[in-house]
């Protein structure tokens, strides 16, 4: 059985081998004995050689730094093994996943198998080293920065490795950067952080004063502690002053003094081949003028381990030490009084005690001196200075995302990456810039291969490689720290996601109450995961997105899929309602479970919950997923039969959030796959769908045959939820196509057989709205045509009502628009114009997307208040936009609005293109509005043959089409025209029996103008 473990460095040793066979005793003792020093572990002996790797059972955020320092200590062990000179040996490391195995054998003889690439990369760059050197693989280098001075030894061919490998020698440690500057680029110009910057240049002008100051800058890692007081540093930096570094290491922190040495050196400018005599001089020169006190001198001499007078001193060890720490805080005095001091502290949770204690009377002694001292520090260390009035906390919070995204834009350069990766880095690293620095880096190396930018992200896939091999150690050295418990108890709950309840991972975990909490606990303490309430009813949140992946991608694939079946399991044994409320949870851990149908099943069970919710974008996703899963099933009528529900319930949604046109495709996938081996109910609905996306489309003509057949298919069924729709398509179709009397023949047989309860669930199938709101609204737009203003009114308000009483937006902005459009048709422009605006606003709200162009309607109403200019703006626009039906409404509108502003070419225009639409869709419902404005164009146009001929035309579509309202205005028009040519009494006889026909609506502009026309010819 495999550990869920992967060894991040293996270091493979082998001594020369000449050497006789009795010395590996020894030497596998000296190496065993000095890589475990560094954390390093023996996998394997084998004969002259020993493999080792880092990084686990335990992680450290510098295990490459570890092995490589491990390995150069090896070096220097073999040297020292008595009486054995000619012993040398060779090293390689290479860095990567591995996969590490159990203990094999017992006692000394005990090993682990560790299996993977990366092993074989060490031995191979083992056999490329010469005796007693290291070389090291290129990832390798990359996590060790410029902490190593290292030669480039080119791409090497290696056996067992296609593509060249690039190799490094190790030539020893190069001791002239800090940690920051050799692990981090710090190259991106720096990132918000303004007040941070104000306030330390702020205690910088009181320390100069002579008031010294200490700043303690706390942060997790990477959040940026070194990058402020280097950014401190660069302001300053014209200014005279002197800056006075110190950095404490990981592994130096049980080396006395180690930062204050590390500085003297590297201000002294020692060199790695310089002879003792020769840096001495160097100290000398170093140490300030006013500190060239001879006992002094000794001591940092010998704290240098340079050869030093200090033994003449005759001071007992307890005395020297206090005298030593003296001298190096004269050193700081004696440079404060020459000039001001920034003095920087970093790392200080990896201090060693002496240097705590040296930097407990620092903190002191620089409160009187122009002494600017910054300490930074982890949230581990709790700094004991706090309460002093001169010393202050600044704790570095995470970016907010407007600088998130800042960060990554500046790093990515010239390079193009799209708003959505850019999100999903700085969603996924949480303002950390270290981590933003690298995934975008990740994302940048992968970018070309989208796969790759995608796998790198991470999105769905949570691969282990969805964290940045640099940024891996550190998150896992962090989840190791705090023992195998939490860190199951970790990867259980990156399992079930970045945020899960306690209840949940109670029961997958399968651990007694007290020890899963004993193993939480670790994890909120270290700020790896935010707990909130408490157990039984807390939940809680990976801090880092990171945190999760790095937790997940340490979990193999096979025990991945059995923990998520797991989950699958206990979500549906024990939480049937959370199932319920969130169906996408099951389907997710189904899927990664690779429990394929049962995942397909529960996608579409998660969008029809969606869709129900009118999350249409969510639905999709979800609809999308299960689509794609369904690839990997083999032939069958019960994968076709789950394709084509999945197919309707992704068609329907698209209709409302995308429109009819992207409907389309998968209705008619639908439809080709239900003729073959689909349930009859799936035929109605795959048939009833291409209707609704052909008719939705503008396809009046070609919706005819298709509403038809489901008229003919549905007429002796029984089935009064099919036959209600079946009249719902022949309604709509005949609304469009010029037939208000048919139309209301259906919608009144469709308000007979409809009922809101029964008939629920239709609004989220067909169409995705409501077919008696859609009855009563169709209802109103054919009642006005056939000449009932009054009857059509009260049907539009009703339709608004049932849909605010469903509550179902999609049909509530159906109800507005055709609501609006009725006013418009009434000649109320104000009233139009607020449904119209409610409609668009819900619309955006919602993200629905409307049938009739809301922005169409919406211009309609400005031109019919004479509002020409932005109503022919809004017009154009909607009808450029709109897809569906209406075009040649809209345009009959933008005629009127450009005719009112003089534009009579352009209304020709308009109009034409109207009746060219109307011609080749078979949208003809409102071709005498064409006809009629076109011949009040041309008369105002002086054509008055012309125009006497087109409002002829209007009239007999308007009759043809039992339009009455239609013809009313037609023959008004007609009228006038007559009436100017002193055919008073033919004129008054053309309308008089038109307007006699009708019993209602007498207060509504057109009737009113009809009066007064018949007035003035009597
Ligand atoms: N405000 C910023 N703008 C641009 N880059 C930043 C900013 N803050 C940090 N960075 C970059 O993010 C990386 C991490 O920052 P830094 O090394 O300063 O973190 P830190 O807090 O010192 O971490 P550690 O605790 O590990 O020392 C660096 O490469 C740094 O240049
Ligand atoms: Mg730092």
């Known amino acids: 059985m495999f550990c869920d473990l992967v060894g991040s460095t293996a270091l493979s040793t082998r001594h020369d081998p000449e050497d006789p066979r009795e010395l590996i005793g020894d030497y596998h003792r000296a190496v065993t004995e000095t890589v475990g020093r560094f954390d390093g572990f023996v996998a394997k002996y084998m004969g002259d050689g020993v493999l080792i790797y880092f990084g686990y059972p335990r992680a450290h955020e510098d295990d490459a730094e570890r092995a490589v320092s491990a390995a150069l200590a090896v070096i220097e062990a073999v040297g020292r093994l008595p009486a054995r000179e000619d012993l040398r040996v060779r090293l390689g490391i290479a860095t990567g996943l591995a996969v590490v195995g159990d203990l094999i054998g017992e006692g000394a003889a005990q090993e682990r198998g560790v299996v993977g690439e990366t092993p074989n990369l060490a031995a191979r760059l083992q056999a490329l080293a010469t005796p007693n050197t290291l070389v090291i693989a290129e990832a390798t280098r990359r996590q060790i920065g410029e902490l190593f001075d290292l030669e480039d030894l080119g791409p090497q061919q290696l056996a067992g490795f296609a593509e060249p490998q690039r190799a490094w020698r190790v030539l020893g440690e190069s001791g002239e950067v800090s940690r920051f500057e050799a692990l981090r680029s710090g190259e991106t110009p720096l990132v918000g952080r303004d007040e941070e910057i104000e306030l330390l240049g702020r205690r910088w002008e009181q320390a100069k004063s002579g008031e010294g100051r200490v700043v303690l800058i706390s942060g997790e890692p990477g959040i940026g502690k070194s990058r402020l007081t280097a950014a401190l540093s660069a302001r300053i930096e014209s200014e005279p002053h002197t800056r006075l570094r110190y950095f404490c290491s990981p592994h130096h922190q049980d080396s006395a003094l180690y930062p204050f040495i590390a500085q003297l050196e590297h201000a002294a400018g020692f060199a790695r081949d310089d002879t003792a005599d020769a840096k001495l001089g160097k100290l000398r020169a170093l140490l300030a003028p006013g500190t060239r006190d001879d006992h002094d001198i000794a001591l940092l001499s010998e704290l240098l381990s340079l050869p030093s007078s200090a033994a003449d001193l005759n001071l007992s060890p307890q005395r020297k030490r206090e005298k030593l720490l003296e001298a190096l805080l004269n050193q700081l005095e004696a440079e404060a009084r020459r000039r001001p001091v920034l003095m920087v502290f970093e790392d200080a949770h990896w201090i060693d005690p002496t240097s705590r204690e040296l930097l407990d009377l620092s903190v002191d002694r620089v409160r009187h001196l122009p002494v600017l001292l910054a300490i930074t520090f982890r949230p581990e260390f709790q700094p004991p200075w706090g309460g002093l009035s001169y010393v202050m906390n600044l704790t570095l919070n995470r970016l907010g995302e407007r600088d998130g995204e800042t960060l990554v834009h500046k790093l990515a350069g010239d390079a193009a990456l799209t708003a959505e990766i850019v999100g999903e880095i700085v969603e996924r690293t949480d303002g950390v810039p270290l981590f933003v620095e690298e995934l975008t880096k990740a994302v940048l190396e992968s970018a070309g291969q989208s796969d790759r930018v995608t796998a790198v992200l991470g999105a769905a896939s949570h691969a282990a490689q969805s964290v940045p091999p640099t940024l891996h150690a550190s998150l896992m050295a962090r989840l190791d720290r705090l023992g195998p418990a939490p860190k199951e108890t970790a990867q259980i709950g990156a399992v079930l996601g970045r945020e899960f309840s306690y209840e949940l991972i109670e029961a997958v975990a399968q651990r007694p109450e007290r020890e899963l909490q004993a193993a939480l606990k670790p994890l909120t303490d270290a700020g790896l995961l935010f707990c909130r309430g408490t157990a039984p009813h807390a939940s809680y949140l990976f801090k880092h997105a990171l945190v999760q992946d790095a937790a997940y991608g340490t979990l193999l694939r096979a025990r991945r899929r059995e923990m998520h079946a797991r989950v699958a399991g206990v979500l549906e044994q024990h939480f049937a309602d959370l199932v319920e409320r969130q169906p996408e949870l099951l389907a997710h851990h189904l899927t990664a479970a690779g429990k394929i149908e049962r995942a397909v099943d529960q996608w579409l069970k998660a969008g029809q919950h969606a869709a129900e919710q009118s999350a249409y974008l969510e639905a999709i996703a979800h609809l999308e997923r299960g689509l794609d899963l369904l690839q990997s099933l083999p032939e069958s009528p019960g994968r076709d039969g789950r394709e084509i529900d999945l197919q309707l319930a992704l068609a329907g949604c698209l209709l409302t959030a995308k429109g009819a046109a992207a409907a389309k495709p998968p209705y008619m996938r639908a439809f080709d796959l239900a003729e073959s081996s689909g349930s009859p109910q799936q035929r109605f609905d795959a048939l009833y769908g291409v209707w609704q996306a052909t008719n939705m489309s503008g396809g009046s003509a070609a919706a005819s045959p298709l ?134 606003a819900l619309a955006a709200e919602q993200r629905l997307s409307l049938p009739f162009e809301p922005g169409m309607v919406h211009g309609a109403a400005l031109v019919v208040q004479s509002a020409a200019e932005e109503a022919i703006a809004r017009i154009r626009e909607g009808v450029t936009k709109s897809t569906g039906p209406g075009r040649p409404y809209g345009l009959a509108f933008l005629a009127e609005g450009l005719a009112q502003h003089g534009d009579l070419v352009g209304a020709l225009a308009a109009l034409q293109e109207g009746l060219e639409i109307a011609r080749s869709s078979g949208e003809h419902g409102w071709d005498a509005e064409l006809h009629r404005l076109a011949g009040t164009v041309l008369l105002a146009e002086n054509k008055l043959n012309e125009g006497q001929a087109s409002l002829q035309q209007a009239i007999r579509i308007a009759q043809v089409q039992q339009a009455k309202s239609l013809e009313l205005r037609a023959v008004c028009d007609l009228a006038r025209l007559w009436g100017e040519q002193g055919r008073r009494t033919e004129a008054h006889d053309l309308v008089a029996p038109v307007y006699s026909w009708f019993t209602e609506g007498f207060d509504t502009a057109d009737l009113k103008e009809a009066k007064a026309l018949l007035d003035q010819l009597a």
């Open 707 to 840: 509403s038809a057949r489901l008229l003919s298919i549905t007429e002796d069924e029984g089935d009064d939820g099919l036959r209600l729709q079946a009249l719902h398509s022949a309604w709509a179709t005949s609304a469009f196509a010029g037939d208000p009397a048919k139309t209301r023949e259906h919608t009144d047989a469709g308000r007979l057989l409809y009922d809101p309860e029964k008939h629920a669930s239709h609004r989220f199938v067909y169409g995705s709205h409501d077919p008696g709101a859609c009855a009563l609204l169709l209802g109103a737009w054919a009642e006005w045509l056939l000449g009932y203003p009054e009857k059509a009114l009260a049907s539009s308000a009703d339709s608004v009502s049932l849909a605010e009483r469903i509550a179902h937006p999609f049909t509530l902005s159906l109800a507005l628009t055709f609501g609006a459009v009725l006013h418009l048709n009434r000649r109320e422009p104000e009233r139009a114009l607020s449904l119209a605006e409610a409609a668009e």
